[in-house]
Every structure is written in structure tokens, then in C-alpha cells.
């Protein structure tokens, strides 16, 4: 049965359970009391029976029991006792608060899975002077593919060819389009706007950037949030402990001498007090709930586990380069000792051809403006946070900063250089050997979303908020006053270690988040409470160590989702209090005030739906800075797979959801 099947079947089955409580109940007052009983029969057949093949196979498949199992036991029980309509209520409350789960799921679901038709299905590839449609399953890595203006980015690639603007919204949120001209990645999924491009397959469909998120979001959802394994886990215990409870007080009412049917009774109404649906249905409702809308603003958290924890951090770390600043820095002066400036860059860019550090990208958009092909540079050894060292046919060749220099027993306290020092920009030194060949300043701008989000943090009492970066003690201060931070909050000259160890020193006094794009920041991304990785832009290495991937490029979004998280644990606090409370005050009535069982039942079943409801407000929260309908849209589309999301939720099924299959 498909999804849509099982959804008007469990619409129609309440809608029985419901015409069957109105017979029942309404027969005796028209004169026709001989029918009432058909019409409770028809509720114990459509709530029930379902109910009963969903308890018996989870009994038999999983040797687990469940919430269905109590349901149906406390519905016969009711009936066992000559309160047949009591028990027909349950049921038909339980079908009820079942079909509007189903529902409110399978809509969130299916949105999804609207988004999902907006990946592009066929590419063109050119092969020679052939040009021919395939699909995007069956491109390969260096195929040449022509994309014509307005068309999709079939997979990920470098352009070969053309020079256009690239609307990136879907990949990273971002709505203001990017250049591209040859030799700059382009992304699955995002649109080419207005010119032919042709382009070489870097990565095949299924290792594209989305492909890989899809795939680190999809792996996370097997750890589940600390708050929802003790949930399950309490479901189970409790389940058996409601049945032996029952029974146990089955058995103290008939030792005080009550009849046997009145004891019965009671034991029912202590089965329907104690069932624990709306304590177990209350911390996926609102996890998953918060995990989707965040996922819509471009925020993926690798499951509820981080999302939890994302709501305890009090402190922030972020990383300079690519984090705080775009990452699209720009060449802005250039010194070579002793060979012609171009051949100088050439070599430096046949160097930097091997990393994907901003400033190697800086370093060949100038190359490439000045039309320089790149030096062929082999054997090329990339030290996070120093530089990169190579081989060409001369010997040995470095670029890095101070502490590099220092390692090839370099001074580099030249006057030829005071002129770049003076700058508070970043300076990369170039040198073959113990010569020193020159050296490259580069200026990279704070991105604008950064300070309104630092802003907003402190603003949500967020006790620290440092910088940490391996670039130089002058930059580091200068974009750390851009951005209203404290000296002491401003950390440079660090290596991947010292970030690690930094942070640690922090998480003595509260929960750290790290925030992080590079191969240099993955160590602190893994020690930090939560690391959250810049998606799209970020390394695929910041990006596995990570607990959340932020796709977009708007910083502001950061804050955003902290407070999404924040408001979720606190829903989740409230569900478990409320389901826990409302438990306590049902099942006292049944022990001691002789509750009846049609209030326990309502009690139960009203109980259960609020928790939902209170959970399910959370999907309508955002995380966008501008609440545009498109730009949601675009964040999520291809980034989940409806048969994921379909997984995520079975298993947060508890009162009886029937299963997607
Ligand atoms: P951040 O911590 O701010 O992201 P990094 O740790 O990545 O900065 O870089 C620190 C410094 O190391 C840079 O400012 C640069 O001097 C040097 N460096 C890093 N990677 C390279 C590279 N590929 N080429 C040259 N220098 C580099
Ligand atoms: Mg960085």
C-alpha cells in the first residue's frame, strides 16, 4: 500500500469508528436501542482490529509491546466489564489522534517530495563536435557536459569554457548569483542564468556536494536525540510495568472485598491512566518537527542528538577564513625578488593548483585574469594552517606563512616587504628552498551577514564569542574589530591543534559550539560540542566532522537555529512535564476516586494530541532571516530523500501511526 493508500485508509477507518460511537450512542434516544450495539461493534472492528494486527506484529516480529497492545487490552477489558461504550470511545479517540498523525507526517512529507522534482533528469554531452542528451546517471567523471542559459547544473563540475552567473540558491541559500568563468566549481542542482557553459563532471551524481549531504543528514538520523532514546526505551519498560500495574491492581481491589466486576472496572481505568502515548510521542514530535524546519532554512542537523546539545551551548568559536570572512579573497599586492612578476605568479599558481584554500583560489583567479597558465608543480604536500610545498624541475618549493618561512630557515624581515606587513591583510611567502622568491598579499572580506549574527547571539546570552585563526595576529585583530570583538577573544597565529586545544580550555566553563570551514578546522570541529561546518563552500573533511552543516552563506541563520533549538528543547521539556503530570493526576484518580473510565479515556487521548500539537508548532518555525517562500523551497530540494524522511518518522511512531510500508 502506498502512502497516499494508507492515509485515506486511515481516514476512512475513523471515519467508521466515529459513525459507529454516534449509532451506539444515539440508537436508545431515537427508540432503535437493539442497534447500539451494532454501532459499538463496528468501532471495535475498524479502530480495533487494526490496532490489535499492529500490536500482534510488533509482538511477533519485534517481541516488543507496545502502546497498541495496551490500547486494545484496556478496550477488551472495558468491554469485559459491561462498559462496551467506554472501551469504544478509546478506540475511536486512539484511530482518531492516530489518522491526524498520519496526516500532519505525510503532508510534511509530501512537500518534500515536490521539492525533489526540481533536480535536474538529463544533461547534454558533448563528445567531440557530438552533442547528445543522456541521463545524469550516466555521466562520468571528465565528461563534458554544455549547460545552456537557464538550465540546471547537472552535477558537480569545473567550467571549461563561457563565463556566467550561477544562481547557488539551491546549494547554499544564497539568492545573489555568482560569476563563474573557467576553472571555478559549479554545483549539482544550481542554474546556470545566462550563458552557455560548458563544463567538465568532477563528481558523478551519486558523490555530488548534495548527493554527500543527503548522505551525512540520512546517516545522523540513526543518532537519535538522548531525550528520544530514553523515551523509547521508557515506552517499553513502562508498557510492561502499565500491564503488571493493571494487574496488580486487579488484585488489590479484590483482596478489599470489592465485586469482581467493579475491581475489573478499575483495573481497566488503571490501564487507560497509565498508558504512556503522549510521553512517548512527545519528543519525536517536536525533534522532528524542529529537524525539518531547520533543514528548510538551509540548516541540517546531522539528527536529534545535535540538535539537543545545540540548545545547551553557551559559548561560540568561529574560524576566520571562509567562516567569518566569504572566502572569496582577492589578490591585492604582489612582490617577487628577482624573476619578472608573471613568471613569479605562475609558479606560485601552478603551486596553489593542488589546494582549495581560499588563498590558492585568490591566487589563480589573478593567474587566469592575467592569463598565466599555471607552472607544473608536482609532489605537493598541503600543512593545514602553514602552507604547501612542492616539486618542479628546479627543486623544492614552499609557500606559507611565517611559521612555514621559519621552517625552510627563511627570515623574511625584509624591508622589500614592510610595504605588504603594513597592510593588516594576509601574506603568504614563497620561497625555493632557504631562498626566499617573494611573496603574495591577499585581502579577504568579513561576510555581511557576520556581525548582525554575532550580534544576535550575545544578544541570546551567549556567555563567550571567540575567533580563532591561523592567519596573522594584524588581520586577525582587524577583522575582529569589524566585528565587535574583544582582543582577548581574538586568537591568530593558531595551527589545527591549537584551535583543539583552545577550545577545550572554553568547554571548562559551558558547551562550545565550533564553527568551521576547513581541512584545518575539522580536529576542533570533532572536539567542540557541536561543529558546525559551512556546507556548501566548506571542505568535504570540516564537513563529516561536523554535527551540522550549514548550507547557506547567511550567517544569520546560525543564531536562528540556535534559538530553533533552544525553543525545542524547551517544548520538549514542557511535553515530558505535561505527559508525565497529566499521567500522575489520571492515574491517582483511577487508584483513589474512583475515576471513570470514560474521563481517563478522554483524559488519555486529549492528552496525547496536545503533546503532538505543542511538538508539531515547531515545523512552522524558521530559521530564515527573510521568510520567502522560494528561498525555503530552494533550501531543501534535493537535499532530503522522501524515502528518508518516510524512515525518520516510522520510527518516531508510537501511538499506533500505522507504518509507511
Ligand atoms: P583560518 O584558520 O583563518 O581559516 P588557515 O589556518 O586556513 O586560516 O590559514 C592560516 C595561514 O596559513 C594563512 O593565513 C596562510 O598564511 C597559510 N596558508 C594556509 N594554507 C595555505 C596555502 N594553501 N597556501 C599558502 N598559505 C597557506
Ligand atoms: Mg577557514
Redesign the pocket.
Known sequence: MDDRAAERFSVVLSALTFIGIVVGFAAPYVGWAALSPLGFGLVYLAGGVPTARRALKSLWHERSLDIDLLMIIAALAAAGVGAPAEGAILLFLFSLSTTLETLALGRARREVEALMGLRPETALRKTGADVEEVQIAQLEVDDVVVVRPGAKIPVDGIVLSGEGEIDESTVTGESMPVSKAPGAKVFEATVNQSSVLEMRVSATMSDSTVARMIQLVTEAQAARAPSERFSAWFGQRYTIGVLAGAVIALAIFLWLGREWSDAAYRAAVVLVAASPCALVISVPAAILSALSAAARGGVLFKGGAALETFAAVSQFAF?????LTTGRAEVTGIISLGMPEDDFLSLVSGL?AH?E?P??AAVHRTANKRGLAPASVSDVV?R?????TGRDAMGMLW???RR?AARMGVDVEKPAFAALLDEAE???WVGRGARILGAVAVADSVRASSRPALDQLREAGIDRIAM?????RPVALRIGAELGLSPDEIHSD?LPEDKVHLVGEMAKAGKVAFV???V??AAALARAEVGIAMGAAGSDVALEAADVALLSEDMARLPAAHGLARRAARIIRQNLVFAMGAMLVLVSGALFFELPLTLAVIGHEGGTVLVVMNGLRLLFDSVRSVSSRSAAIDAVKDVIRPQEIGRAMQESRSCGTPGWR
Open positions: 574560524d576566520k577564513t571562509g567562516t596553489e589546494s584554500h588563498i590558492a598541503t593545514p594552517s602553514e602552507g604547501i609557500a606559507g606563512n612555514m594576509t601574506v603568504i580563532m585563526t591561523g592567519d596573522r593558531l568551521g570551514d576547513g584545518n578546522d
